[in-house]
């Protein structure tokens, strides 16, 4: 039941990052739900290979080269999602990664552990 919240919650996420900015596109909340799924495997499959080929570069920036690997995620999901998924250039994909993880780990700490904990 938890990761249905969780991906409910990064769907909104979603959502609210393509309000305010001009660069992500989202063609509405099921869009939004689709890629918050999508974006979920992505991180469960490829991510790992992403991060074990890259390990050198994120221990010589002390972590912050994740940010470019949950963007590279972001644009493959963005990739696989077509037209109702859209981010305008990894610039906006990392600005998206940044936001998405702060945003993310708020409402996380406010919505789902809560009601996981019961």
Partial sequence: MSWLIQLVVNAIVLLIIAHFFNGVHVAGFGAALMASFILAVVNVIVKPILVIFTLPITILTLGLFMFVINAITLMLTSAIMGSSFVI???????????????????IHSFVVDPVTKR
């Fill in 88 to 106: 305008d250039g990894f610039g906006m994909a990392i600005v998206a990664a940044v936001i998405f993880a702060l945003l993310s780990a708020i």
